[in-house]
């Protein structure tokens, strides 16, 4: 599959499912081995803090690859990654995570004291939009990024497009993503082991397979091949 050595060898007899929940469990499975070497490398990457960016940029662009079908050499790759791109990652990083943190602060502030005075609803309601436009656009920003395309305003306005024009798979996306983080909170230290196998590469692959048909279509470009 995709992390064996031999790339030359001949492809398996055994062909991959059209789509749908059977083609991700058929990657689940094919490339579980490789997915664990993946999170263990992201929480290998994430030890300095302050590489948690640069990583998370490697973990989907070596899910993305997967999901594409290209070949990935885990170890390589990843560090060229993180070693190369922590600008770009760091830069995306601030773009997404400052309106999520300034407008889900703003909501709150804002909510209670429109329960006394309506008029507060107003500022309430433009924190909640942008809000919900990073969240989706941000879904569709690191997919672009793992493609290959540079953050500038032209693949920012593309991810903003496609977060409001495609948002269910967005909305899932992150949801796969943030509730299964959420869940493994909750549940620490029962969840580990979860953590410590998949915790992370499994809902990144989930999100990268999500959104894979929109940015096919939509958002195109020529990939640089790392």
Known sequence: MFFQEDYNAPPEE???P??????????????AAGLLKLNLLFLLACLPVVTIPPAYHALHRLTRRLVQGRGVRCWPQF??????????????FLLTALPLAGAGYGMQFYLQFAGRNPVFYLPFTLCATIFLTALLASSYLWGLLADGRRLDRETVLLAVKLGLGKPLRAVLAAAGWYLSLTATALWF??????????????????????????LERFG???????
């Open 189 to 214: 230290p029962l969840s580990g082991i979860y953590l410590l196998l998949m915790g992370f590469s499994v809902p990144c692959l989930l999100w990268q397979f999500l959104i894979r048909t929109v």
């Open 220 to 226: 195109s470009a020529e990939n640089i091949d790392r």
């Open 79 to 92: 560090w060229e990654t993180v070693r190369k791109e922590w600008k770009t990652a760091w830069a995306a």
């Open 18 to 31: 059209a789509g749908g929940a059977r083609l991700f469990f058929w990657l689940l499975g094919g490339e």
């Open 14 to 16: 055994e062909s991959p």
